[in-house]
Each structure stands twice: as C-alpha cells, then as structure tokens.
Nanobody, 121 residues
C-alpha cells in the first residue's frame, strides 16, 4: 500500500492549490482517504476525508466552504482543492488511509510523504 502526495508550493493569501494523493497497491475504494496538515511546532490535524464509497465527506471547520475533496477512481487519485488560502494554512500536508465519518476522521495505518504548502505574500 502506497500513497504519494504532491501539488504543494508557494501561494499568495487568497490563492488556490490542488493537492493530489496517488494511491497504489490497493483498489481505489478499498480505503477511506484523508488529508492532514502539520504546521511548524503544532500537532498534525485532520483536514478532510472521503469514505470508501464517498458516502461520507468530512471537513474541519477551519476549511469548510474553501476546500473540496474528491476521488478519481480511474486515476487512483484523491484530490484536495484548496481555495481562499490563508497564511495559517501553511504546513506540510499528508494523505493517509483513515476512518471517515461526517463529523470525525481518525488516522489509519498507511501514510504518504508530505507535501509543503506555504501561504505567504
């Protein structure tokens, strides 16, 4: 099981980025997939997830209305479209297998490497 995150970079406040998490070693709907963010000096926090069949979608309050998670099974990829980015959104973003419910997400066993997002003018 492997997850490969990409798409990070430097963006100005108010800008947009799309992160990708490429999945391999398992069928696309075998696991719920989530995104986590770790800011410097802070604990890793859950941002968003989608359940195995995309029945449940979760967003942390800090990103609701600005971030959108989606899954493309044909490409074995889960995306996180991030809009209206704020400086406090800077950090390393990780994708991982998770337990995903409408109001909560819990980390699972498999993690990808992180991709750095910096929101700064």
């Amino acid at each position: 099981v492997q997850l490969q995150a990409s798409g990070g970079g430097l963006v100005q406040p108010g800008g947009s980025l799309r992160l990708s998490c490429e999945l391999s070693g398992f069928t696309p709907n075998e696991y719920a997939i989530g995104w986590f963010r770790q800011a410097p000096g802070k604990d890793r926090e859950g941002i968003s997830c989608t359940s195995r069949t995309d029945r449940y979608i979760y967003y942390d309050d800090s990103v609701k209305g600005r971030f959108t998670i989606s899954r493309d099974n044909a490409k074995s990829t889960v995306y996180l479209q991030m809009s209206s980015l704020k400086p406090e959104g800077s950090g390393v973003y990780f994708c991982a297998t998770v337990m995903c419910f409408p109001n909560v997400m819990r980390p699972g066993a498999y993690w990808g490497q992180g991709t750095q997002v910096t929101v700064s003018s």
